[in-house]
């Protein structure tokens, strides 16, 4: 029966009434006046309560009676008499496809699962709804649809027009901004995410995206945020800036998912208030997806509607709400809020099976008595006018230039990531250095320690070298993973991008690690000058790491979490070491493994160090341009230490120094005991012609352009796996 009670909740209008607001311009052609903005903080909009909306208790009581929200209804505030732009959706219906990759690779049929069913919606410039639900996975659907951001498989019928222009899905999406549920990342400041979210998806119109981002900030109160972390941010402070970024792509459609679950009533209000001024202002159309919520939240939006069981129960005014309902045989109690009463009413109830049956033939009543009333409602026909305008893309350029402010920005915030690398670069070459100081060329022991600094450079080096890398790849899924879910950009632009933008960086990391450990262990100074020793062990890390950093990124983005990919490169990296012949010869391999060994990448750089130690006339470096900077020396002789004897004489002992009897041994015996042709990489040069390049060098080349064109390709696919990262603010 009709609810009688005094105390029941007043949804009839009130007589109080505003006169209309704004033009029903773009946002970027609202007026702002200079001196109007000094004078009013809150922007484009006049109300001053939007960048001060806390306010002291004292001010809920006044002459007019209580009002704890201070917010009027919608009923309150004058329409802005326009047709456009006019929003149409009719019978518009989804089957989600439940197939799996493995079930569309086998070619099986598909599983289809009605999730939405005859939705049908007819909105206008400077309409506000309030979408309420009972399943969080159809509302969500229902809205990945419209807005075709990570849209779900399956298959869709119905009308979509705006204006009068009918439109394909994609079409749709590319008019309308998004307010995701999820939370931006961290790792950038308020200013910052909104400048980056500019630069990738230009605003709809020719807007200017300064004086936009300045009205922004002042009327959503990010003012004292401006310059704070994300992380930092509570949680209402991320909701409005997350409406801040969908605004700033000033299209005539803004859909917002359930942003206020987790908000207090207040906020709720302030959000709803600001997003219904700039719906009336600005002649948009603003959707918000919400759970249940009180009256005097609902009767703030001009419209209202209910979706359940895939189906629409009610969509009108949000003030006529419980007079439909009434009118159909179904009447809210006094004293209970209309909100959770219709929602529940509607909610399919599983806990028995009787219960289960009663309320779905319950739910298909109430459907169909709106779909009665629906059809017999036809829209009136408009004048068609311009389509509205789409987000638009930036161009290649853009995209990479803004890669390289937002890569810019996250550093400027976090420059221990970015200094990781020098630093733990420059630590293990001077331990490296200290360990092998000045290795000896008349020592016989200075020769495994060669082989050994080899290996260390091969693995130990490397290993430790590629610990900041994989640390810096997981930091990056903060901002990765939802830039590319938002397709603000591509994963092999995004790649290259990056590579270009840590170019400085790998070739700071290669210096730092390279210098000192060639000066302090002198290692190719016997062959070469001191510039010419550093510079071609720069050049021979510089390709191993180049090679190994592109590995690791591609580990790092293809596991969920850094102590796996850390550990699938320590083993991948002994593995390729210990095929390299360093640490077990070729001779004591067999010949199956030593024809797999020359897959490895580590084969091929320590046969460059090897041969440049102990065969510098037959190196790589003779052929490039400073081996002018080479000794005469053509092959290492490594000799035995002098021994210090004491011979007697007639009063004193006198130390006399003796040469050694043993032998010397050539660099070319060495190598041939570890199983290394010197020839393999040159020819032995000729009385008449220099060292040669051998088929094995040339193999060589390719391979180790072959490893790292697949590994920036493998980075690239792995990309594509980006995990969702673990946030502290996520539970």
Known sequence: MPRKASSAWDLSSSPVTRPPLGNGGHYAESDLVPHRVHENEGG??????????????????????????????????????????????????????????????MLRLPKYLHTIRDFSLELFGGDTLALMYTSELEMRTLLRVFTQHSPPPGTVSGRLSING????????????????IEDPSDVLTVEQH????????????????????????????????????????????????????????DTDVLIVDNITRDMDIYDVAFLVDFLRDWALRLGRIVIVAIAPTTVEILTMFHKAAILASGRLVYCGASNEMVDYFESIGYPCPPFKNPCDYYVDLVTCDHLTPEASSESLKRIKRVADAWARRAEAFQPRPLPVATVSPMIRDATIPGTVAAILKQLFFVSLNHPSFLLLEPFVAL?????????????????????????????????????????PII???HFERRFLHSDLKSGNYGV??????????????????????????SLLSSLFSHSLSTAGATITLIMIMFVHLSIWRLISIAASHSLRKSISALSFIGLFLLLCTSLSGVPITSLDQSDSIVLLSLLSPSQWISRLLLQQEFMPGQSVTTLLPFSSLHSNITESLFGCERRRLLAKKIVTEVPIFILSECAKLPGSSLLFTHGIDPSFLLSPPTLTSPPQPTIYLKIGAILLSSWFILSFFAACASLKMNHRPKLKSQS
Request: contains cysteine.
């Open 44 to 105: 484009f909009f006049t109300s001053s309560r939007h960048h001060s909306h806390y306010f002291s208790n004292t001010d809920l009581f006044g002459s007019g009676g209580f009002n704890y929200l201070r917010y009027a209804k919608a009923t309150e505030l004058q329409l802005m008499q326009t047709t456009h732009p006019h929003l149409l959706i009719q019978n518009l219906s989804f089957s989600h496809d439940l197939r799996s990759t493995i079930d569309c690779i």
């Open 165 to 180: 222009h009918r439109l394909r899905l994609p079409q749709l999406g590319a008019r309308i901004a998004h307010v995701p």
């Open 194 to 249: 909104l400048r980056c979210s500019a630069y990738f998806k230009r605003p709809a119109t020719q807007s200017k995206i300064g004086d936009m981002i300045g009205q922004l900030i002042r009327s959503l109160a990010l003012a004292p945020f401006k310059n704070r972390l994300v992380k930092n941010l509570g949680k209402t402070e991320k909701q409005r800036l997350k409406i801040a970024m969908a605004l700033l792509k």
């Open 427 to 467: 630590s293990i070459s001077l331990v490296l250095g200290l360990a092998f100081y000045q290795l000896p060329i008349d020592s016989r022991g200075a020769i495994n320690d060669r082989f050994g600094l080899v290996e260390c450079l091969l693995f130990l080096a490397t290993f430790l070298l590629m610990i």
């Open 471 to 473: 640390s810096r790849c």
């Open 492 to 517: 092999c632009l995004y790649f290259i991008t990056r590579e270009l933008f840590d170019l400085p960086l790998l070739i700071l990391s290669t210096l730092c690690f390279s210098i000192p450990l």
